[in-house]
């Protein structure tokens, strides 16, 4: 375990579904993210979070909407999702001289 | 935008020979590189590190190289044993980022064959 723990791990949900991932990190780190894995793409960086600030948002369509209550607790929200939005989604920690600790994932699934 | 990308999307090789991972980047103001590896039904895991200033670093069983020149990256892992199948990505640091700003290469997916 790398001690970033993201819940689902599988999800299934209808584009007029909400619903939220969490991610919950036990490292004292100060920096949060949210990554996309997409089949046959590069994971891709939707956003960053340094001390619960939001320090970047990758172009994210609004449909997904982050939010980082304190420094060990991430959300990304969903709402009227499409089926190209189904996809692995990741969630990291790092303090800003150490690497980058994964999750395992939730699995999106958007029908 | 400029990103890293791998030479080859698969790699079989057998128990026991030594793998080479290759990457190429295109942002010659990153001075950060790291491989991660990522093993089905779980995130990337952290493997080795690199910045810009050195020219290669070792690990247990992995080296990692850096050719600046032509802003080559390679993985070498040795003795490669079935535990070491994954797909694995060479990701960088955009200059002034911070360790979890990364930007991802395709990955290469290593096949170990007993």
């Known amino acids: 375990e790398t001690g970033v723990t993201q819940t689902p791990r599988h999800l299934v949900m209808g584009m007029t579904n909400k619903k939220s991932l969490k991610c919950e990190q036990h490292l004292g780190h100060n920096a949060m993210y949210w990554y996309k894995q997409s089949a046959k793409k590069p994971l891709e960086l939707m956003f960053v979070?340094?001390?619960?600030?939001?320090?970047e948002n990758n172009s994210v369509p609004s449909r997904f909407s982050p939010e980082c209550p304190n420094s060990s607790h991430l959300f990304l929200h969903l709402h009227t999702l499409q089926p190209e939005d189904s996809a692995l989604y990741l969630c990291?920690?790092?303090?800003?001289?150490?690497?980058?600790?994964f999750g395992q994932g939730t699995r999106l699934t958007v029908v | 935008g400029e990103s890293v990308g791998l030479h080859l999307p698969t790699l079989s090789v057998q128990e026991g020979d030594n793998s080479i991972i290759n990457c190429a980047y295109s942002?010659?103001?990153?001075?950060?590189f790291i491989w991660y590896k990522q093993e089905s039904g779980k995130g990337p895991q952290f493997i080795i590190d690199?910045?810009?200033?050195?020219d290669k670093r070792q690990g247990q069983r992995v080296t990692v190289l850096l050719n600046k020149t032509v802003k080559h990256l390679s993985l070498q892992i040795a003795a490669t044993q079935p535990g070491d199948s994954a797909v694995y990505f060479c990701a960088e640091i955009p200059l002034g980022g911070s360790q979890g700003n990364l930007i991802f290469g395709k990955g290469t997916k290593l096949s170990v064959k007993p």
């Open positions: 990291a920690s790092s303090l800003m001289n150490t690497e980058a600790f």
């Open positions: 979070y340094n001390f619960k600030e939001q320090t």
């Open positions: 690199i910045r810009s200033n050195m």
């Open positions: 942002n010659s103001a990153s001075d950060y």
